[in-house]
């Protein structure tokens, strides 16, 4: 499901402009699946799944495979709305370098919610 | 475009808080029952901007919104340079209690949201006599710390960008977008260090779990209108504090988050006019 959002992420007006100085490698992990998103300039460079074998990333986000099916609704249930929202449940967990996401809320918050446009899409 | 001039009046009180004197910027508007409004943590008075422009709520109501000390067109005390600013509970219960007095409110109604809605309870425990009713919105006792809240304020973020960051995912899913984006707007303008102060004694200092208990609603009732979305203050605990104080009145309002009068000012009326008539009634 991730892979689709490179494309929107890397059009978005938004995104692009709130993200243009995000240099970043971030580690998605979703149970047993784990995504490594390349990002320069805000753009996302690649995205690859694997097992990973000493990786390298700036900063990991860890949740459950329910819990990011969850968050990627379209309209997701109160407490599944943002990454804050699974922090205070105690579903995620951010570790690494958090600078870049701390200093780039919007953009990082924005890239991970691409998602549930996807998700609307194959509602419609 | 046909001009429209909002019928609300900004004035200035210089008032002594804590041994030190503070310009604290007021707005208000309408005539009947003061109606003191209270801002969210790191925001100021504009969150009730659309309250201060309904007819139903100014005809019966004079509505009072003030920026906090630090916060808004309020300037912090002389000397400010040389702290870190931080808000303490008896801090913010003498603030408020100040503003009344050096504004010779009869009696008002408390209305505050989050840090505010946090006050209110303190009010209603501490001044019930002082006060006509009380509001809290998105009252609870207590929050758990969630993240990191040095990162509010340090030199390798942008403060407007990080709170208001922080705080985007609070407003709920319904929220039309100027409002939504006016609302981001306020806390990316608060000052360095403002917005991490006021969080002090929403998530440190403010802990009152262990007095809500005591509040009497026969001295003062009190009335809670929690939004569905707001993981800040999720609407159990608001129940919570409803479950503990005898008399308690809460709203759940359904799509609404963190920052009702400001992110959705129109679906927030329609929880909010029920509960200012009942207040109307029985003065």
Known sequence: MLEGIAALVNQDPFLQRKGRFVDCVLMLESGDTRWRLTIHGGKIESIE???????????????????????????????????????????????????????????????????????????? | ??????????????????????????????????????????????????????????????????????????????????????????????????????????????????????????????HPQRFRAIIGLQSSAFVDPYYDTEWLHRPDTHGGEVCAGAVSGLIGPDAPDAHRWETLWHYMQGGPGVFKGDLFFY??????REQVASIDTALCPLYLLTGEYDYSCPPEDTLEVARRVTGAKVTIMPGLGHFPMSENPEVFRRHLLPVLDEIVRRD
């Not at chain 1, 459950?64 to 599944?80: K, Q």
């Not at chain 2, 998530?203 to 009152?208: M, P």
Request: proline share 5%.
């Open chain 1, 49 to 124: 799944t694997g097992r990973f074998i000493m990786a390298r990333h700036d900063v990991l986000m860890r949740a459950s495979a329910e819990t990011w099916e969850r968050f990627w609704l379209s309209r997701p249930a109160p407490g599944y709305n943002d990454l804050f929202a699974l922090l205070k449940k105690r579903l995620l967990t951010i570790e690494g370098n958090v600078q870049p996401f701390m200093a780039n809320l919007f953009y990082f918050k924005g890239v991970l919610e691409m998602p549930r446009r996807l998700d609307a899409k194959a509602e419609a």
């Open chain 2, 1 to 126: 475009m046909t001009a429209f001039i909002e019928p609300v009046l900004g004035r200035y009180v210089h008032v002594s808080i804590g041994g030190k004197t503070c310009r604290v910027y007021f707005e208000e508007a309408g005539a009947g029952i003061p109606l003191l409004c209270l801002h969210t943590a790191g925001a100021d008075g504009r969150q009730f901007r659309a309250l201060f422009n309904d007819p139903e709520v100014t005809s019966r109501f004079r509505v009072i919104a003030f920026d906090m000390p630090w916060h808004g067109k309020s300037s912090p005390p002389a000397g400010w340079q040389h702290d870190d600013y931080r808000l303490t509970s008896e801090g913010y219960v003498e603030q408020v209690m100040a503003i009344a007095d050096a504004l010779q409110l009869d009696r008002p109604v408390a209305m505050g949201c989050s840090i505010g809605g946090r006050i209110a309870l303190y009010l209603a425990l501490k």
């Open chain 2, 203 to 208: 998530k440190v200092d403010g802990d009152i």
